[in-house]
């Protein structure tokens, strides 16, 4: 159920980069996942609908997943390599105890996407959606 408090940080930074760019509407959200993530997309986009049901700003928003490896090490002989397996094998020794990074993020926010509700492109006088970065 940890993906619910997560879910509200990532909420939590789109509306800050959102309110930043003066948007009126957020389009997008663009999410990178790793192997380390013990929770599937699926329950994040659950929780987000949860989150922004009554949301004007945040509700209906698009969330677009990718992936990335993340740093591990064996545990048996202490090499230390990229993954994109979520249950690696070591490279070098083949053993299956292997831990991720503790300081990687299992799920990083790395942008959004924005209607800044400027120039006369869509309906009320709606601009086009605008990519912004979430740092």
């Known amino acids: 159920m940890h993906e619910l408090g997560i879910t509200q940080g990532i909420v ?6 959102a309110t930043q760019a003066g948007a009126v509407k957020v389009t997008d959200l663009f999410l990178t996942i ?4 013990d ?7 659950m929780y987000y609908e949860m989150l922004t049901d009554e949301d004007e700003l945040m509700k209906g928003a ?3 997943f ?9 545990l048996a002989c202490g090499r230390e390599f990229p993954t994109e ?3 690696p094998a070591c490279p070098a020794c083949g053993s299956s105890q292997v831990s991720f990074d503790p300081h990687e993020a299992m799920i990083q926010l790395t ?3 924005v209607d800044e509700g400027v120039g006369g492109g869509g309906p ?3 601009g086009p959606a605008t990519r912004r970065p979430a740092d």
């Open 111 to 113: 942008d959004i996407g």
């Open 66 to 74: 990718a992936t990335a490896p993340v740093p591990a090490a064996c």
């Open 39 to 45: 929770f599937q997309p699926e329950s994040i986009e």
């Open 85 to 87: 397996e979520a249950q």
């Open 12 to 17: 939590e930074r789109a509306r800050e980069a």
């Open 124 to 126: 009320a006088g709606q």
């Open 34 to 37: 790793t192997p380390a993530a």
């Open 62 to 64: 698009a969330l677009h």
